[in-house]
């Protein structure tokens, strides 16, 4: 197949758009994607410090690479890398090297934190005990407050994370699924809050196998293994489900995501954003008196 905007051989088919692209129309559509979004949101401006939340895989890689490569000429906006080493063997411990590899190659300082320093514990630990909630959301909990207070420590005022179209639509959909509008609200603060780093999510419009070969095409360093605890997931579940809908009802990604950005004024009508409070335990920003990450602790009795 010959790319519809040149006569180069194509290396992908984007059923959503009906576009055959070769290599250099595809890493140019990928980046229109990318800058489109930042400058909708003005994701970045002179004098920030933009920390990137660095797992070493595709998603992280590209965030990086494409801030650095916009940004190259302007000298006032400052990049660093966080990676949060949960403690997961033979999964975290492989990722990690390409995080660095590619930190060096661009230059940026890169901060590694992990559980098993700040927490006590490695994340394969938690889990071991027993338990009510899935491996995720001990995860998740503790590697945001760890990102966050990293972030915060090195003086960055932004953190970008590489969560792709397929990430986004996924978080959507578990929420609506959850019954979780209040949540789903959440995902577009209206502002920042004492404590806690904005978050800013370049890749959203971009879907993740475009992310992989963008990657691939840019000879970027990353890690291609798959966390062991992925199955556990219901999140999983949606993913296989939204994947299935997109190869029978191609585009259905971006219609949950541009569906869910038409309602998202309403729902922050509805839910107004709460201030947050300094956790009574640990002093990090919570929306109750004691944080999300401090209740789960004492839940598998590592407080
Ligand atoms: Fe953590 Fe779950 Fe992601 Fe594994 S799949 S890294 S446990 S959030």
């Known amino acids: 197949m010959k790319c519809d905007k040149c006569n180069r051989e194509a290396v992908i088919y984007q059923k959503y758009s009906g576009m055959h692209l070769c290599s250099l129309h595809e890493i140019a559509d990928v980046e229109r994607k990318i800058k489109r979004r930042m ?25 990086l690479s494409i ?27 492989e990722s990690i090297p390409f995080a660095k590899e590619l930190c060096d190659r661009l230059g940026v300082p890169h ?11 490695t994340l394969d630990d938690i889990l071991s005990r027993e338990r009510k909630e899935a491996s995720c ?3 998740g909990v503790f590697r945001r407050t760890l990102l966050n ?17 397929d990430d986004e639509a996924q ?33 959203i419009d971009v879907p993740e196998k ?26 999983g579940e949606i993913k296989d489900m939204l ?23 309403c729902l922050k009508e509805k839910y107004p954003q709460v201030p947050l409070a300094k956790c009574e335990v640990c002093g990090e920003p919570g929306i109750q008196g004691v944080c999300q990450a401090c209740k789960l602790k004492k839940r598998v009795r590592i407080d």
């Open 243 to 265: 994947n299935d809908f997109e190869a029978r009802h191609p585009g259905t990604k971006y219609s949950v995501l541009s569906g869910f950005e038409n309602m998202i004024d």
């Open 111 to 121: 901060y590694v934190v992990s559980f098993k320093e700040e927490i006590g514990h």
């Open 137 to 139: 959301t001990y995860c």
């Open 67 to 93: 801030l650095i490569d916009t940004f190259t000429t302007r000298s006032n906006i400052k990049f660093s890398a966080i990676t949060v080493d949960e403690g997961i063997e033979g999964y975290r411990n």
């Open 39 to 63: 400058r909708k949101e003005r994701m970045a401006k002179p004098g920030d410090h933009i920390a990137v939340a660095m797992s070493g895989g595709k998603d992280s890689a590209v965030t």
């Open 171 to 203: 978080v959507v959909l578990l929420n609506v699924m959850n019954g979780d509008v209040e949540r789903l609200a959440r995902l577009r603060p209206s502002r920042a809050q004492e404590g806690l780093i904005p978050r800013i999510k370049p890749l």
């Open 149 to 165: 207070r990293k972030a915060r420590e090195i003086g960055a005022n932004k953190l970008a994370t590489g969560h792709n179209l």
């Open 210 to 235: 475009e992310i992989a070969l963008y990657a691939f095409l840019k000879k970027l360093p990353f890690y291609m293994g798959e966390c062991p605890y992925t199955s556990e997931s219901f999140r």
